[in-house]
């Protein structure tokens, strides 16, 4: 069973970068698709960005294109969310996830198994 471990959030201005890390501390992300997801106050759980750990094409949310990018560190089983041009809209707690890849589909709607104890991410204007 993956066990993921998230950090990096924080307080920052409109306009500055952050970057998220999540560590799968048990077992390797390689068979795994993995991404992110987000909560903000009064909403329900968003989808941020996911796609597989071997490679391929990484799904992102519109309000993030652009802005927010996923990226890998094999050795370290380690990944990262890269956040620049961060808004006021974009405060939220963010989760790490992980779960079954799919077969040709997109990952917008995509339910992760396993989830980390997300991270406190507020950009204040």
């Known amino acids: 069973q993956v066990q993921l471990v998230e950090s990096g959030g924080g307080l920052v201005q409109a306009g500055d970068s952050l970057r998220l890390s999540c560590l799968a501390s048990?077992?390797?992300?390689?068979?795994?698709?993995v991404g992110w997801f987000r909560q903000a106050p009064g909403k329900e759980r968003e989808f941020v960005a996911a796609?597989?750990?071997?490679?391929?094409?990484?799904d992102y949310a519109d309000s993030v294109k652009g802005r927010f990018a996923v990226s890998r560190d094999n050795a370290k089983n380690t990944m990262y969310l890269q956040m620049n041009s961060l808004k006021p809209e974009d405060t939220a707690v963010y989760y790490c996830?992980?779960?079954?890849?799919?077969?040709?589909?997109?990952?917008?709607?995509?339910?992760?198994?396993?989830w980390g104890q997300g991270t406190q991410v507020t950009v204040s204007s």
């Open positions: 048990r077992r390797t992300f390689r068979n795994y698709a």
């Open positions: 796609g597989r750990w071997s490679g391929g094409r990484i």
């Open positions: 996830a992980a779960g079954s890849p799919l077969s040709n589909s997109h990952y917008y709607t995509w339910m992760p198994d396993y």
